[in-house]
């Protein structure tokens, strides 16, 4: 999936459209007992090959209940998700420079 992130003309102009001053704004409405007070517990990060293993083991545990014939010679191998942004790029599609 592409990753399109707003620019901060984008992030004014919205702020602007509902008429807020800034991104803490959109945040004063929840009470001050339901504010985070301390660093959130989680998991140790993966890394992105170690995240697909991950899932891929959870997604096995599935049970599709069908064959797929699918690859024909196409081994399942990581590719990184910068990759497909990269690949978007204009200047990867034509050799044309204006």
Same mark, same amino acid.
């Given at each position: 999936m592409r990753y399109l992130p707003h620019t901060d003309e984008d992030i004014r102009r919205m702020l602007e459209q509902?008429? %807020?001053s800034g991104?803490?704004?959109?945040?004063?409405?929840?009470?001050?007992?339901?504010?985070?007070?301390?660093?959130?517990?989680?998991?140790e990060p993966l890394s992105e090959p170690e995240l697909a293993e991950?899932?891929?083991e959870l997604a096995s545990?599935?049970?599709?209940?069908?064959?797929h014939f699918l690859g %024909?010679?196409?081994?399942?191998?990581?590719v990184p998700a910068a990759v497909d942004s990269m690949l978007r790029r204009g200047e990867f599609f034509t050799a044309y420079t204006p």
């Open positions: 509902i008429g %807020a991104l803490e704004d959109l945040f004063e409405s929840i009470p001050e007992r339901l504010h985070l007070t301390g660093p959130l517990r989680l998991p991950h899932v891929r545990r599935n049970d599709a209940g069908a064959l %024909a010679g196409a081994y399942p191998h990581h």
